[in-house]
T-cell receptor, first 118, second 114 residues
Framework: AQTVTQSQPEMSVQEAETVTLSCTYD???????LFWYKQPPSRQMILVIR??????QNATENRFSVNFQKAAKSFSLKISDSQLGDAAMYFC???????????????FGKGTKLSVIP | ETGVTQTPRHLVMGMTNKKSLKCEQH?????MYWYKQSAKKPLELMFV???????ENNSVPSRFSPECPNSSHLFLHLHTLQPEDSALYLC?????????????FGPGTRLTVT
């Protein structure tokens, strides 16, 4: 079974600075997808960024980028120029092989609570 | 309405009550999911439906009963719950169309069992 580990329960960053959130995963599959989700205090979980395992290039979405190390099974999220609105729980998630009948299961880490200091 | 909506946003119920949670997705997706989110624990997948058919039941107690009348609506019927069932219940949807692999989540229902 796949597992996702986020080793940092809490992190803090100064506004405008850069922070990196860690995620490691365990899988025997070669084809999979990785995601970072953000859950602000209002609770709506939203997708921040995704990475296809077959792509060597790290995904980037504006101030958010990932460092994907497939051999090490590591998938960290870097937030540049941190803003107050970035404060939230961040969840790393793994989507493995097709689970059949048009649906896919996600395995989530426990999350990292990010605080942004003005 | 856009995205995934859930009602009610908050629910307090006694252990002998019967209530239902509702989820609706406006994205044209075919798969819908129920998750339980408890403090300090990873999200737990409860049920998966695809085109109204249940494809996953992750050993969820029978006091939780899902219903999916069509691809846009998903319900979670609750009866004789326990205090440890208090949690945030999240609904999500996804599609198997090429290139669109992520799940979209609703805002959740905060359930308190007294």
């Amino acid at each position: 079974a796949q597992t996702v580990t986020q080793s940092q329960p809490e992190m803090s960053v100064q506004e405008a600075e850069t922070v990196t959130l860690s995620c490691t995963y365990d899988t025997s599959e070669s084809d999979y997808y990785l995601f970072w989700y953000k859950q602000p205090p209002s609770r709506q979980m939203i997708l921040v960024i995704r990475q296809e395992a077959y792509k060597q290039q790290n995904a980037t979405e504006n101030r958010f980028s990932v460092n994907f190390q497939k051999a090490a099974k590591s998938f960290s999220l870097k937030i540049s120029d941190s803003q107050l609105g970035d404060a939230a729980m961040y969840f790393c998630a793994y989507r493995g092989a097709y689970s059949g009948a048009g649906s896919y299961q996600l395995t989530f880490g426990k999350g990292t609570k990010l605080s942004v200091i003005p | 309405e856009t995205g995934v909506t859930q009602t009610p946003r908050h629910l307090v119920m006694g252990m002998t009550n019967k209530k239902s949670l509702k989820c609706e997705q406006h994205l044209g997706h075919n798969a819908m999911y129920w998750y339980k989110q408890s403090a300090k624990k990873p999200l737990e997948l409860m049920f998966v439906y695809n085109f109204k058919e249940q494809t996953e039941n992750n050993s969820v107690p029978s006091r939780f009963s899902p219903e999916c009348p069509n691809s846009s609506h998903l319900f979670l019927h609750l009866h004789t719950l326990q205090p440890e069932d208090s949690a945030l219940y999240l609904c999500a949807s996804s599609t198997d169309r090429q290139g669109l692999y992520e799940q979209y989540f609703g805002p959740g229902t905060r359930l308190t069992v007294t």
